[in-house]
DNA sequence: AAAGATCTCAACCGCAACGGC
DNA sequence: TGCCGTTGCGGTTGAGATCTT
C-alpha cells in the first residue's frame, strides 16, 4: 500500500538525496530507486513544488502579481505557462494565490458592478493553438538567421491570421477590437518590440498595421532580430 | 479561553498529451 | 495507425493554521 498525505522530513531527504544523485526524470523509477512508498506522481508534485532549489517563498510581489494578471488576461487558467514567466513560482503557487487572492476579488467587483447595473465588457481569453499546430510551423528550418523571410497577410478570408512565408501560421480568430486591446496591455512600454515571450518557447507575436495577428510558436534570438528588423 | 468559521496551500485525482514501439 | 506506458496539467480536496465571536 502506497502511503499518502503529507510527507515527513525522512521522506523529504530521500528524494532530495535521489534528485541530487540522479537528477530529477524519470519519475516512474524514483520511487522504487529512493526507497519511497509513494507514487512517481507525489515524488514529483513534491520536487516540483517545495523541494526544488528554484522555487522562491513568501508573498507575491507586486510586479509578480501584475504579471500574473497580464499573463491570466491572456492565457487564461494556463497556470504552467503562466508561472513559466514568473521566476521562483510553481504552476501551484499561482493557482493558489489566484483562487485565493484574486479570484474571490474579481468575483466581488462583478457582483458589485452587477448591484449597480453597470455594463460590464465581456473579455474572452486568446488560447493558443494546440501544441501539435506548432509542429507544422517549423519556423527554425523555414527561416534561418540569414533569410530574408517576410510575414505577410493571410488572404485566405479569415481576419488576423498571417501566413509567414514560407509555411502558414494559424491564430484565433478573434475581433480587431479585442485584438488591439490585448496588444495596448501587452506592448505597453515596448514600443520597438514586436514580440513578447509568454514562456515554453512560445512567443505571442504583433503587427499593428491595421490587420493585426496573434502567432504562437517556438522562436529563437534569430527570429527574434528578424521580427525586429524592417522586414517583418 | 474555547468553539466555530474561514483561509491557505500541499497533495490528490482524473484526464489529455506525448512518445516509443 | 493504434496501443500503451509515462508525463504534465488543471481542478479539487482537506488538514492545519489563523481569525472571529
Redesign the pocket.
Known sequence: ML?????TAEEDVLLKNHIQKFGK????LVPLKAGLN?????C???WL??LSPDIKRGDFEEDEVDLMLRLHKLLG?????IAGRIPGRT???V???W???IR?RTKRQKEEHKDDGSQHAIVSVIKPQ???LCKTLNMYSQIGPHDTGKITPSNDGFRNTFNISPGLVSSPIVSDDQIKEYFNELFEDRETERSVDVG?GLHVVAQEDGRNGLFYFPIDDAMLDLLDSEQF
Open positions: 502511503r499518502k498525505g503529507a510527507w526524470g524519470k519519475w516512474h509513494r507514487c512517481r506522481k507525489s514529483r508534485l513534491r513544488n517545495y487558467n494556463r497556470w504552467a505557462l504552476a501551484n503557487d493557482k493558489n494565490y483562487n485565493t487572492h474571490p494546440p501544441r501539435n515554453e
